[in-house]
């Protein structure tokens, strides 16, 4: 590939097979990286050099939100340093012809196909289904929304960056099409089979709610207070919503503790029309509505929770409705109060619907919910586009392409995450918990509660909270294990919340946490993965997981991501995670932490008899007083005068509660009382407990995450499959394929 004269001003290298690499230091790298998650999937975004690819479904993604084939050639070619390879083009042309083409939109109740280009409407008429789902005689013309957004001050400063409107100004060159927009009526009953048969001639009809001219449905009163100012990012990821004064359907990703919820509040003040919030939990119903009250000024009558404890009454007109994804796709026999509100959900048109924590509702949960609601609109707002199963796909065509993905590195630079040094702290078994490990007869329930309760890891935990409690931080302690969690917790003498603990009580520790200076500790279980908004914390151990589940290792890095108060002095933030050596954790370990790798984190590995870890690169900017405990953790932890495991016969008492432990009983506990939503039933596949049958390459060619590293046991063959299966596919058979499956 020959190097352009004036290689060095251009941020990215075009590689043949749609690889392209973006220079994270150079003077054009925003809005590079602007452009390129526009139209790309990240694939790894480390310090100095971010990884991208072009997928279907990424151009797909690129053409929902108005980018046109031209423009896509024309910007990335001028930030090449090399000649865009004409593979890239054509690949670029094949995927994006025909995406885009016609859209399906619902104006004043009535569903429109529209499209710029008549000879596509007349294509798309020619389909015998298409032509009956007709209605003739509507030759209503619209005219075009101004695109009025709510700007914020960065993205008046953003505007003001002329190379920036520049670029941006030709990649959103598809805008102008919308004026001389033509359309067809079609009947709502037969708007399924009008998508599938567009679809089935490769022009996938893109949805988007015209909601300033839909005078069917009441206005919302609500308004951002004064005081609410969105932040530059969170503007952005709005403006590929809003991008053509409609709203697009679509998913927005934004890194725990980033702010999804104002983003989402934001959006539904913007559309002004009735909003219905599914969330993932009770938790999480509570705190979006306290976010809605605390960001807008909507009236108490006019927003409404739905949850197993409260059932608001729903105002007739427009309101907000928050629930949660199981209350409304419960299959069983519901009570005659949940009917009624079950049915008023049914019953209206909802202008907007936003879907919290997307990622982690399986595919049959959403068709569910999609089958009893009615939105004009749908946004999915996640962390972590990532599942350790196939279904990430699903989402695109449940809900939308992927409208933004914010890079997780830019927030910390820019202060908005705090600054998390990652710790992997490797811990010999002891002889006794390694000779019982090794043992054939022992289940692997036990197995894993051996490496849990390593003597050596319980030490190095010990070691920590005491070091960190001495500095004066907040310190959650994870342990999936409940039996785990409790023995660590008695040794420590913390509080603890799992699935069982009454609300009242969960209320008060977390309060105790809060506030009170002496409890700077408590132990979680994966209850605590979301939900739990503790600002304050800043060190999270931990001793337990859920196998390789690389969204709960993000969702946990999460708890310590708010901004802290000492930003810009190096690391703010601790997450340690400590790994019994040996044992089938240091497998799940590696699998865990890729999703954070790949999104820039580095984890300095201590191993016991290695001084200095893997990742040295960030040593220097280590708390001095932190280089020299992690470089010595596991022996400090074993030095320890005040150690509640400082002797053999405590080790074997404890080895022998753990081997008459009724382990079954305690994971029980905690099943029966979580409940078993989304997020049990896909981590269950993930690993151990896999009840399906794994396929390669889609999940990662989606979700971002796709490194060989991550796809299990067959890296380089996985590749290969991938890449035949891309060759083999045209574009019409895998929307073909995908969207028929579902329909
Ligand atoms: N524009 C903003 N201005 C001021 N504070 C903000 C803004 N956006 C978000 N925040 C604050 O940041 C914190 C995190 O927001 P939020 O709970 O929405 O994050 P999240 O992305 O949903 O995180 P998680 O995935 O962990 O639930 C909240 O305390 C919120 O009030």
Redesign the pocket.
């Known amino acids: 590939m020959a190097l352009k004269r004036d290689h060095e001003k251009r941020p990215l290298w075009v590689c043949p097979d749609g690889h392209i690499f973006l220079e994270a230091h150079t003077p054009l790298y925003t809005q590079a990286y602007d452009f390129l998650v526009a139209i790309a999937e990240p694939v790894a975004r480390p310090e100095f050099v971010h990884e991208y690819r072009l997928t279907p479904f990424s151009l797909y993604a690129a053409v929902a939100v108005a980018i046109d084939t031209e423009s896509i050639i024309r910007v990335l070619n001028r930030l090449s340093k090399v000649e865009v390879p004409e593979g890239v083009n054509t690949f670029i042309r094949d995927h994006t012809q025909r995406c885009g083409k016609a859209k399906l939109v619902l104006k004043r109740g009535r569903y429109y196909v529209e499209s710029p280009h008549p000879d596509v409407l007349r294509a798309l008429l020619k389909d015998r289904e298409i032509e009956t789902a007709r209605i003739k005689g509507d030759d209503e013309e619209e005219g075009e929304a101004g695109g009025e957004f709510i700007q914020s001050e960065a993205a008046q400063e953003m505007d003001a960056n002329l190379e920036f409107k520049q670029l941006a100004a030709e990649a959103e060159g598809g805008g102008d099409d919308d004026d001389q927009v033509m359309h067809f009526k079609v009947s709502s009953e037969q708007v399924e089979a009008v998508k599938r048969a567009a679809l089935s001639m490769d022009y996938p009809l893109m949805e988007e709610y015209d909601f300033r001219h839909d005078v069917t449905n009441p206005n919302l009163p609500m308004q951002l207070k004064p005081n ?4 530059q990012y ?1 503007e952005k990821s709005l403006r590929k919503m809003f991008g053509n004064g409609r709203a697009r359907s679509g998913i927005i990703v ?10 989402g509040v934001t959006a539904a003040s913007t559309v002004k029309k009735s909003t219905l919030v599914l969330c993932t939990s009770g938790v ?1 119903v509570i ?1 979006w509505k306290y ?1 809605f009250q ?1 960001w807008t000024d909507i009236p108490e009558k006019n927003i409404a929770c739905f949850t197993s404890d409260t059932k608001d009454a729903i105002n007739p007109d427009a309101c907000v409705l928050i629930t949660t994804y199981s209350m409304l796709s419960f299959s069983g026999r519901r009570a005659a109060d949940v009917e009624l509100i079950i049915n008023q959900i049914r019953n209206r048109e909802w202008g907007l619907m936003l879907l ?2 997307v990622h982690v509702v399986p595919a049959t949960m959403f068709r569910k919910v999609l089958n009893i609601c009615n939105a004009h609109c749908k946004l999915g ?1 996640t ?1 972590t586009l990532v599942r350790e199963d196939d279904l990430i796909s699903d989402l695109n065509f449940l809900i939308g392409p992927k409208l933004y993905e914010a890079n997780w590195m830019d927030l910390t630079a820019g202060g908005y995450l705090a600054n998390v040094q990652c710790v992997e702290a490797w811990c010999p078994m002891t002889a006794e918990f390694y000779r019982e490990y090794l043992n054939e007869s022992i289940n692997h329930r036990k197995k894993e509660l051996l490496y849990v309760t390593n003597p050596n890891k319980f030490r190095t935990c010990e070691f920590l909270v005491q070091y960190h409690q001495e500095r004066g931080d907040k310190i959650i302690l994870f342990a999936d294990n409940v039996f785990a969690l409790r023995r660590y917790s008695e040794l420590l003498g913390i509080p603890y919340i799992y699935g069982g603990t009454r609300e009242a009580e969960r209320q008060r520790i977390l309060g105790l946490f809060r506030l009170n200076t002496l409890v700077n500790c408590i132990g979680l279980s994966k209850v605590g993965d ?2 739990i ?1 503790i ?1 304050e914390a800043n060190v999270i151990i931990q001793v337990s997981s859920h196998f390789g589940s690389r969204r709960q290792e993000a ?1 946990r890095l ?2 310590i ?3 802290k108060a000492n930003m810009g002095e190096g690391f703010n933030a601790f997450f340690y995670t400590l790994v019994s050596t040996g044992t089938s954790e240091m497998f799940f370990s590696a699998k865990r932490q890729q999703y954070l790798v790949d999104q820039g984190y580095t984890f300095k590995v201590h191993e016991p008899n290695l001084r200095v870890g893997v990742a040295v690169e960030r040593e220097s900017q280590l708390l001095p007083c932190l280089v020299e405990v992690v470089a010595d953790l596991v022996e400090h932890a074993n030095a320890m005068q005040n150690s509640k495991l400082k002797n053999k016969a405590a080790e074997l008492d404890l080895l022998a509660t753990v081997l008459n432990s009724d382990t079954d009983k305690a994971d029980d506990e905690e099943n029966e009382v979580l409940e078993r939503t989304a997020v049990d039933a896909i981590d269950d596949m993930s690993l151990g407990r896999a009840k399906v049958q794994r396929r390669t390459g889609n999940m990662s060619e989606l979700s971002g995450a796709g490194g060989a590293r991550y796809v299990e046991f067959a890296a380089n063959a996985t590749d290969k499959v991938i890449a035949r299966e891309r060759q083999e596919k045209s574009k019409a058979a895998l929307f073909k394929m995908r969207y028929s499956k579902k329909a």
């Open positions: 609410t100012k969105i932040r969170q934004l890194p725990c503790g980033a702010g999804k919820t104002l983003t999480s705190q976010q605390l919290d924590e707002l962390a979301t939900s908004d600002p969702q999460g708890r991501l708010r901004p």
